[in-house]
């Protein structure tokens, strides 16, 4: 198995990125996924998950309505659009894996892309 982010990088206060996440090794449409981030000094914390089938996610507080998780199944890809990036937002952002189709718990991690929002 293997989750391969991508999309990271500087960004302004403000602004906007989206994270790709591919996936390879996996029958990928029967799985839940999941966005994670860890800032320096911090935990690991959840982002945002979705559903196999993609019809139902779940989003930490902070990032309601700023967020939007989202999946291609035909492309084996997993996303993360995010907008209105504060600089609490910079961190290391990982990829996941449920082995049920809902993210119930982790058993693969992606290696992480970093975001870091500059004022």
């Known amino acids: 198995v293997q989750l391969q982010a991508s999309g990271g990088g500087l960004v302004q206060t403000g602004g906007s990125l989206r994270l790709s996440c591919a996936a390879s090794?996996?029958?990928?449409?029967?799985?839940?996924m999941g966005w994670y981030r860890q800032a320096p000094g911090k935990e690991r914390e959840l982002v945002a998950v979705?559903?196999?089938?993609?019809?139902?996610?779940y989003y930490a507080d902070s990032m309601k309505g700023r967020f939007t998780i989202s999946r291609d199944n035909n492309k084996n890809t997993l996303y993360l659009q995010m907008n209105s990036l504060k600089s609490e937002d910079t961190a290391v952002y990982y990829c996941?894996?449920?082995?049920?189709?809902?993210?119930?718990?982790?058993?693969?991690w992606g290696q992480g892309t970093q975001v870091t929002v500059s004022s």
């Open positions: 979705i559903i196999s089938n993609g019809d139902s996610t």
């Open positions: 996941a894996k449920s082995p049920n189709y809902y993210m119930d718990y982790v058993d693969y």
């Open positions: 090794g996996v029958i990928f449409s029967i799985n839940g």
